[in-house]
């Protein structure tokens, strides 16, 4: 299929292991475009996209539930830009992101100030 990628290279660019991107594709998360004929994986730059998204939500603390409902939700915006059930549930991911992310920087902030003082013992 032209225009896809070995699941080697989308590894590499993606930052996930090959295990990884094998379990997304047995949980149903990120499933390949295609094969080859001898049953290799191959990506296209969609999936690529969809693979990083993932990617962004797991250092937040994201469940792979989770990850599914707002893959779910993107798929229902992209089929139907209108859909209010698929837009609502993407806006509540982006407020709990926002929480999670409010509190990474608190975090970032108190061990900042602890290894601050840490050099001034």
């Known amino acids: 299929m032209a225009g896809t990628i070995h699941i080697g290279e989308v590894a590499e660019r ?5 295990r990884t991107l094998r379990h997304y594709d047995e949980l149903g998360l990120v499933t390949p475009s295609d094969r080859t004929p001898g049953g290799f994986r191959l990506y296209t730059e ?15 603390g ?14 229902a915006l992209a089929a139907n830009p209108d859909d209010p ?10 407020v709990d992101a926002e929480e999670r992310r409010d509190k990474l920087a608190r975090q970032l902030a108190a061990a900042d100030e602890l290894i601050a003082r840490l050099r001034g013992v």
Not at 14 to 18: A, E, F, K, V
Not at 46 to 60: G, N, S, T, Y
Not at 86 to 91: F, K
């Open 14 to 18: 993606t930052g996930l292991s090959l």
């Open 46 to 60: 969609a999936d690529v996209d969809r693979l990083l998204l993932v990617r962004r939500m797991k250092p937040l």
């Open 62 to 75: 994201f469940s792979l539930d989770q990850t599914g409902e707002v893959l779910a939700a993107a798929d």
């Open 85 to 94: 059930g698929a837009r609502a549930a993407l806006g509540t991911f982006v």
